[in-house]
């Protein structure tokens, strides 16, 4: 099936979202895409059903109204020349010809390497948040959360929220860098509310900074977590391990498309527009910020690509958020120790089984990818690519498509829809 649109949004986030509304309002044909089979992304994830949220509320009724088109469940694989996009649906295939591209791809977590990480029972921070929200029965487990930053209390806050014995909450970050964050905060009324929301919320729960997970234990799942909390050592016996340091963006379509990346984060303009022009990158892409900064970068992108002036507002606004995510991203950045947590036998690549020791002469990405395998499975580097940048510093290769796990026939053009044969009189 072929499809065709002034201008395409990859992600339905709060990001995507707001370009989305922006563009479509002013006259544009937008048409959004997201391997979701629902619009919000992952901070609004089932707000489409569950309406809970206020200010979700507010901006999905605003997308529904806006005229933008939505396909769920379309995951973008490819992008095989200038304004054409390559989408896996299901089991079908289609093709997107586009005059402007927005990039809302968001972030995911970043996942390091300790002994025990791949033991049943051990997750992500917010992938258990997620996970806890979509239905699994926490009441009475015994959890332990080890990460950093807000995403670390929120997630907290849900599962103790649901019922589950958060036994302990440990923050990465040294005392004086997570309390000089915090006290930042008052710049910013919305998030020291939700922050103290978060806190009361969590009442009676153990938080502790300088603290992180050494080891997880068990034979066939968790049965327990060696934990450095402090300076001390302590083994929790526990049913789940929630265990990430903050967020990396998902830049492999931004790579694809050769946009400019710096420090990890996409290059743009104060129209949100990369170095690629008409490509326009927003929200987690731009550097981990939260959902006033997808919101505030989707309708400066929605404006740009709509060939509408941004508001000076707008702008201020950019500056604003930039400036809690280069706080967030200075608090979030891992300690030294948590580099080396890993032993020689530990997984870093869980696709492939490629063990630490695997890599030992191995100099950048690519050599590590060719000798022993590592990022060559169906994540495709999505979780061992951003461990081996912090442990070694490699930076992640050109992109090569598909960017997604993809059956072979979703990487050819699929053939025009055939006319509908005229019935005979
Ligand atoms: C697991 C997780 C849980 C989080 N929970 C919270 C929370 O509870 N509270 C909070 O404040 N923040 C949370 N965050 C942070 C959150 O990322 C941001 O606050 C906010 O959602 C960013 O908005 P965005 O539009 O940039 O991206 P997102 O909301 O992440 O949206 C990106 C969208 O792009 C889609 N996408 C990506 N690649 C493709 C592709 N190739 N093809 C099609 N679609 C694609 C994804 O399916 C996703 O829906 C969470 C992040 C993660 C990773």
Not at 95 to 119: D, H, I, N, Q, S
Not at 225 to 231: A, F, I, K, T
Request: charged letters at 25%.
């Amino acid at each position: 099936m072929r499809e065709a649109c002034d201008l395409v949004v990859i992600g339905a986030g709060p990001g995507g979202l707001a370009a989305a509304c922006r563009a479509a309002e002013a006259g544009l044909d937008v048409l959004v895409l997201d391997a979701q089979p629902e619009p919000g992304g992952q901070v609004w994830r089932g707000e489409a059903r569950k309406g809970t949220n206020r200010l979700a509320r507010r901006w999905l009724s605003r997308f529904a109204a806006s005229g933008a088109r939505f396909r769920p469940g379309a995951r973008v694989v490819a992008a095989p020349e200038p304004g054409l996009l390559l989408v896996e649906e299901g089991p079908s295939s289609l093709a997107v010809r586009y005059g402007r591209l927005v990039l809302a791809t968001g972030a995911r977590e970043r996942f390091l390497p300790f002994p025990g990480w791949t033991l049943p029972g051990v997750l992500g921070v917010s992938g258990l948040q997620v996970l806890v929200k979509d239905g699994l029965p926490i009441r009475d487990r015994r959890v332990v959360l080890a990460g950093t930053g807000p995403l670390l209390l929120a997630a907290a806050a849900t599962i103790h929220a649901h019922g589950g014995e958060v036994l302990l909450v440990a923050e990465q970050a040294p005392a004086a860098r997570h309390w000089g964050f915090a006290l930042q905060l008052w710049r910013y009324p919305d998030k020291l509310i939700q922050g103290a929301v978060l806190s009361a919320g969590l009442a009676g729960v153990r938080t502790a900074t300088e603290s992180w997970v050494l080891e997880a234990r068990g034979e066939r799942r968790l049965e327990s977590v060696r934990m450095s909390v402090g300076g001390r050592e302590e083994e929790l016996a526990c049913d789940y391990l929630g265990a990430a340091w903050g967020l990396v963006p998902n830049l492999e379509l931004a790579r694809l498309f050769g946009c400019e990346v710096s420090r990890g984060a996409v290059v743009v303009d104060d129209r949100m527009e990369t170095r690629v022009p008409r490509i326009h990158a927003v929200g987690e892409l731009l550097g981990i910020g939260g959902v006033d900064q997808a919101l505030v970068t989707g309708e400066m992108a929605g404006l740009a690509a709509s060939e509408q002036p941004v508001p000076d507002a707008l702008v201020s606004a950019w500056r604003r958020v930039r400036v809690f995510a280069e706080a967030l991203a200075r608090h979030d950045a891992p300690r030294p120790e948590l580099r080396r947590l890993a032993t020689p036998q530990t997984l870093l690549c869980r696709c492939e089984d490629v063990p630490l020791s695997a890599l030992e002469g191995c100099r950048d990405l690519r050599e590590a990818r060719l000798y022993a395998r590592l990022g060559m499975g169906s994540c495709q580097g999505r979780t061992c690519g951003a461990a081996a940048e912090a442990l070694f510093g490699w930076a992640a290769e050109d992109v090569r498509p598909p960017c997604l796990p993809a059956r072979i026939g979703s990487l050819r053009l699929p053939p025009e829809t055939p006319p509908t044969p005229k019935r005979a009189s």
